[in-house]
């Protein structure tokens, strides 16, 4: 079936350090991919999307590049700020009602 | 309101109890999908609707879990003779429509915890 793995958190990094957080993905089909986010005491949004092969979804300064030969959909920022600290989620769909699969979540922290 | 409203917030319950967490959609979404958060092991799907129908229960836990969605609208999931492993932020989700990499956007969630 569907999988997704992500990195173990939490982790912690000092504001305008550079962020990576690993995904890589198990599908059946091509699959559309997600980044999801969980701000404290607020419910999931969607951070970024890519729905085919080496599309590259980009938002708030977060980047990740969908990457059929590795499934993979690493998320990246250049200059994390304490604002940006969550829990992020990566995600996959396929056909059946666009029900998502998520990763664990990984908490990421920004300290000053 | 603008979002998805999940109610109530919080509720604890005693096991062998049943509880029931409503959803209210985003006005005019035709899916709605509930999903699991439990400690430590992300989020779980249980059930999506498309309109009033549920093509897929495929991630109901057991036949104590039931849900229902009427008038296109709200949705009640219903959890009979309530376990502690049932404790859980339970998740509402909605999105205009059902086609793969629609954003689904989320509600606040329901805490259930079941002593």
């Known amino acids: 079936g569907d999988s997704v793995t992500q990195m173990e958190g939490p982790v912690t990094l000092s504001e305008e350090a550079f962020l990576t957080i690993n995904c890589t993905y198990t599908?059946?089909?091509?699959?559309?991919l997600f980044w999801y986010v969980q701000y404290p005491g607020e419910g999931l949004q969607l951070l970024l999307k890519?729905?085919?092969?080496?599309d590259k979804g980009s938002n708030k300064g977060f980047e990740a590049t969908y990457r059929k030969e590795t499934t993979s959909f690493h998320l990246e920022k250049g200059s994390v700020q304490v604002s940006d600290s969550a829990v992020y989620f990566c995600?996959?769909?396929?056909?059946?009602?666009?029900?998502?699969?998520f990763g664990t979540g990984t908490q990421l922290k920004v300290e000053l | 309101g603008a979002g998805v409203s999940q109610s109530p917030s919080n509720k604890v319950t005693e096991k062998g109890k049943d509880v029931e967490l409503r959803c209210d959609p985003i006005?005019?979404?035709?899916?709605l999908y509930w999903y699991r958060q439990s400690l430590g092991q992300g989020l779980e799907f249980l059930i999506y609707?498309?309109?009033?129908?549920?093509?897929?229960k495929s991630g109901l836990p057991s036949d104590r879990f039931s849900a229902e969605r009427t008038g296109g609208s709200v949705s009640t999931l219903t959890i009979q003779r309530t376990q502690q492993e049932d404790s859980a932020v339970y998740l509402c989700?909605?999105?205009?429509?059902?086609?793969?990499?629609?954003?689904?956007?989320f509600g606040s969630g329901t805490q259930l915890s079941v002593l």
């Open positions: 989700a909605s999105s205009p429509q059902q086609g793969v990499g629609e954003k689904l956007f």
């Open positions: 599908a059946t089909g091509y699959p559309s």
């Open positions: 890519a729905t085919k092969a080496d």
């Open positions: 995600a996959l769909a396929t056909g059946g009602g666009n029900k998502l699969t």
């Open positions: 006005s005019g979404h035709t899916a």
């Open positions: 609707f498309q309109g009033n129908s549920a093509p897929d």
